[in-house]
C-alpha cells in the first residue's frame, strides 16, 4: 500500500477527470528539483507556463499520476507559497522613453520675407488607416494628397531578396495629386458667401486601387474618388507638324507631298501656327489621316467626384465622420448632427437635434462629432460647455438621450466670464482601440475613459501660462482658435498644437512624465527644454500639470515671447508608426521618432 502522501496526490490526480484540467505552475509553490528526467512524450504534453489559466491535456489520470510523482505539477487546490509578508513587492510597469523627434520632411515651406497667401494655408490634415497616404485641405478649396515612398511593398523583388532582415525607416511622402475641390459659392436666399475653405477631409474605404475621399466646406460636403489611369493622348495628326532639325534640314511626311487630289487640298502649307485659318492650295493632299487616340503606360492620378451631399445644413458643418460600416458617415454643424448613405446625396436623417423651439434658449451648440472605429452604432459629440456625450444609434431614430456623459465639473467659486469660453470642446478623436477618447480644449487636453464617466482619467495643461492674458487673448479673437488633437497608433501619446508654432507631445501611461515642446521648423528641438521635476500620478488622480517658463505668462519655456498670429491648429499622428504631419501656414512639417 503507497504512503499517505502517495494516496494523496493519486487522488488529486484522479479528480482531474479523463480531460486533465491542471492548475498552470505559476499558482502553486515550487516544485521540487527532478531526480531524473520525464518520458519525453509526457514532457512533450505539459501544458505551457501561462499564469491563471486551466489546461486541457489529453492525459490518462494514470499519466497524470506519473507527473505529479515527479512533483511538477499538483492538482490540489492553490497553495500560497509565503505569507503575505513574504510576498516580493510587484515590480512598476517600465514606462517607456520619451521619444527623440526628428525633422522628417516639409512640403512647401516659405522663403525668407515670402508672403503667405490667404489661400495656401493648410486647414484640414488626415492619414489613411494605412498610413500610406495623406491628405491635406487648404483655404482654397484645394485638397493635396501624399502617397508613402518608403514602404516596403514598393521595393522590388531583387531589393526585398536581399534584405535578411526588415530595414527600420520613417515615413516618407511624395507628392501625387491635387485638384480643387470646392469653389466659392454665394447663397442668394440668405445673401450669404459660402468660402472654398475646406473644414474637414475623411479618407474612406479603398477599393480596386482607388482612393475615395470625403471633403466639406461650410455647407456641402463631396466625395471624391482618385484613381491612377493611363494617359491617352491623339496621334496621327492628319496636319503636318513637322519642324526642321537642328542641322536645318527640313522633315517631311508622306502628307507632305504636292501631288494635286480632287478635292483641291494641298499639304505643302496645312496650318499655319499663328492663326487658326487652313489654306488648301492647288494640289490637294495625298491622303486623308484620321486621328488616333493612343494609350500610353503613363500612369496618371485622375480625380473625379462622385457625390455631392448639399443643402442638409443651416449652419456651419464643423465635422464629418466616417462609419466603420463602410457604407454610412455623419456630418455636423452647430445644431444638428446628419447620418448619410455614401450612395445616396438627395436625403438623409437628422439623428441630433439641439435647437430649442426658441433660439433665445440656446446654451450650448455642437462643436465636433466622431463615429467610434469600430462599433458602427456608437457615435460621440462634444459641446461648447466642456461636455462629450456617448450616442448609441440603436436607441431611437432620433438620439435625444445619450447613453454616457463625459463631463468635468468646475471648482466651486472658480466660474468668470471665460470659463465656459475656454471649456469649449474644439476636438475629439477616439483611440484606435475605441476604449478611449481625447479631447481639447482652449487650456487642456483631456483624456477620457469610456467605461469612466466620472472625470477624465489624464489631463495635460497646455495653456494654463496663458491664463493671465485672457483679456488679451478675448480682444484679438484668440481665445476662440480651434485647436485640434490626436493620438498615436498604440494609444500610449497625445499630441496637440500651440501658438508661435508649437506643438506638445505627452505619454499618456500612468505615471509618465514626457511631456515635449516641439516647434514647426527644420530643428523642432531648438525650444526644448529640460522638463521640471513633476508629480507622480496614481491610479486615483491621474492629472497632471505641465508648466513651461514658471509663472511668465505669454512666454515659453526660453522666455521667448508667443506669437499669437502663427498658430498650430492642424495635425495628424501616423496611424502605425511615431510620425506626426503638422501645418504651420502653407507648409507640411513632418516630424519621427
Same mark, same amino acid.
Given at each position: #500500500? ?38 519525453? %512524450? ?20 494514470? /499519466? ?14 492553490? #497553495?500560497?507559497?509565503?505569507?503575505? *509578508? ?5 515590480? @512598476? ?24 497667401? /490667404? ?30 515612398? %518608403? ?33 466659392? /459659392? ?19 474605404? &479603398? @477599393? ?9 466646406? %461650410? ?35 508622306? @502628307? ?41 503606360? *503613363? ?23 466616417? +462609419? ?33 423651439? +426658441? ?19 456608437? $457615435? ?42 475656454? @471649456? ?27 467605461? #469612466? ?12 501660462? $496663458?491664463?493671465?492674458?485672457?483679456? %488679451? ?13 490626436? !493620438? ?24 509618465? &512624465?514626457?511631456?515635449?515642446? !516641439? ?5 523642432? #528641438? ?13 491610479? &486615483? ?26 498658430? !498650430? ?6 496611424? &502605425? ?17
Amino acid at each position: #500500500m503507497p504512503p499517505p502522501h502517495r494516496q494523496e496526490k493519486q487522488k488529486s490526480a484522479s479528480n482531474t477527470g479523463a480531460q486533465g484540467y491542471l492548475r498552470s505552475p505559476h499558482h502553486l509553490a515550487a516544485a521540487p528539483p527532478l531526480a531524473s528526467p520525464l518520458p519525453l %512524450d509526457l514532457r512533450r504534453r505539459l501544458p505551457p507556463h501561462s499564469p491563471r489559466t486551466f489546461f486541457p491535456l489529453p492525459i490518462s489520470p494514470a /499519466e497524470a499520476a506519473e507527473i505529479l510523482a515527479y512533483g511538477v505539477l499538483t492538482a490540489a487546490a492553490p #497553495m500560497d507559497p509565503k505569507s503575505p *509578508d513574504d510576498r516580493p513587492e510587484p515590480a @512598476a510597469a517600465q514606462q517607456p522613453l520619451p521619444l527623440e523627434w526628428r525633422f522628417a520632411q516639409v512640403f512647401g515651406e516659405r522663403g525668407a520675407g515670402e508672403d503667405v497667401q /490667404e489661400v495656401d494655408i493648410i486647414s484640414a490634415i488626415e492619414f489613411d488607416k494605412s498610413g500610406d497616404h495623406l491628405a491635406t485641405g487648404d483655404r482654397g478649396g484645394r485638397v493635396v494628397l501624399f502617397e508613402r515612398t %518608403d514602404a516596403r511593398g514598393n521595393a522590388s523583388r531583387t531589393e526585398l531578396e536581399r534584405q535578411d532582415y526588415v530595414v527600420a525607416r520613417h515615413p516618407e511622402f511624395r507628392y501625387k495629386t491635387e485638384f480643387q475641390s470646392h469653389e466659392p /459659392e454665394f447663397d442668394y436666399l440668405k445673401s450669404l458667401e459660402i468660402e472654398e475653405k475646406i473644414n474637414k477631409i475623411k479618407w474612406g474605404q &479603398t @477599393a480596386n486601387n482607388a482612393l475615395f475621399i470625403l471633403s466639406t466646406n %461650410d455647407k456641402t460636403i463631396k466625395y471624391w474618388k482618385v484613381q491612377d489611369k493611363k494617359v491617352k493622348r491623339v496621334s496621327v495628326m492628319n496636319l503636318d507638324t513637322s519642324q526642321s532639325s537642328d542641322n536645318g534640314t527640313t522633315s517631311s511626311s508622306s @502628307a507632305s507631298s504636292s501631288r494635286g487630289l480632287p478635292n483641291g487640298g494641298c499639304s505643302e502649307k496645312l496650318y499655319n501656327g499663328t492663326s487658326n485659318d487652313l489654306s488648301f492650295p492647288p494640289g490637294g493632299c495625298t491622303s486623308l489621316r484620321l486621328p488616333v487616340v493612343v494609350t500610353g503606360q *503613363d500612369l496618371n492620378p485622375v480625380a473625379r467626384c462622385r457625390r455631392v451631399y448639399a443643402h442638409a445644413h443651416d449652419y456651419h458643418i464643423n465635422s464629418i465622420s466616417n +462609419n466603420s460600416d463602410g457604407e454610412t458617415f455623419i456630418s455636423a454643424d452647430d445644431l444638428r448632427i446628419n447620418l448619410w448613405n455614401l450612395e445616396i446625396n438627395s436625403q438623409s436623417f437628422n439623428i441630433v437635434d439641439v435647437k430649442p423651439a +426658441n433660439m433665445e434658449d440656446l446654451t450650448e451648440v455642437i462643436t465636433c462629432a466622431e463615429f467610434h472605429p469600430t462599433h458602427c452604432n456608437t $457615435l460621440a459629440y462634444s459641446s461648447s460647455k466642456g461636455a462629450i456625450r456617448l450616442i448609441d444609434l440603436r436607441q431611437s431614430a432620433l438620439c435625444d438621450n445619450h447613453a454616457k456623459l463625459f463631463e468635468e465639473h468646475e471648482a466651486p467659486g472658480s466660474k468668470s466670464f471665460f470659463t465656459e469660453i475656454i @471649456a469649449s470642446v474644439s476636438d475629439i478623436k477616439f483611440a484606435r482601440e475605441g476604449r478611449h477618447i481625447l479631447s481639447r480644449d482652449y487650456m487642456t487636453l483631456k483624456l477620457w475613459d469610456l467605461n #469612466m464617466d466620472s472625470g477624465p482619467v489624464a489631463t495635460f495643461q497646455v495653456h494654463e501660462h $496663458l491664463r493671465p492674458k485672457l483679456c %488679451d487673448l478675448y480682444e484679438n479673437d484668440s481665445i476662440f482658435d480651434k485647436f485640434e488633437c490626436c !493620438l498615436s497608433g498604440d494609444g500610449l501619446r497625445v499630441a496637440t498644437g500651440s501658438y508661435s508654432n508649437l506643438f506638445r507631445v505627452f505619454g499618456c501611461t500612468p505615471g509618465s &512624465t514626457e511631456a515635449t515642446t !516641439l516647434e514647426a521648423s527644420r530643428n523642432p #528641438m531648438r525650444r526644448q527644454v529640460a522638463n521640471p521635476t513633476r508629480p507622480t500620478r496614481t491610479l &486615483t488622480s491621474l492629472t497632471r500639470a505641465v508648466r513651461r517658463g514658471g509663472e511668465n505668462a505669454g512666454a515659453d519655456g526660453n522666455g521667448n515671447s508667443y506669437d499669437f498670429s502663427t498658430k !498650430l491648429l492642424h495635425l495628424a499622428w501616423h496611424p &502605425t508608426e511615431s510620425s506626426i504631419a503638422c501645418a504651420a501656414g502653407n507648409s507640411l512639417y513632418m516630424y519621427y521618432a
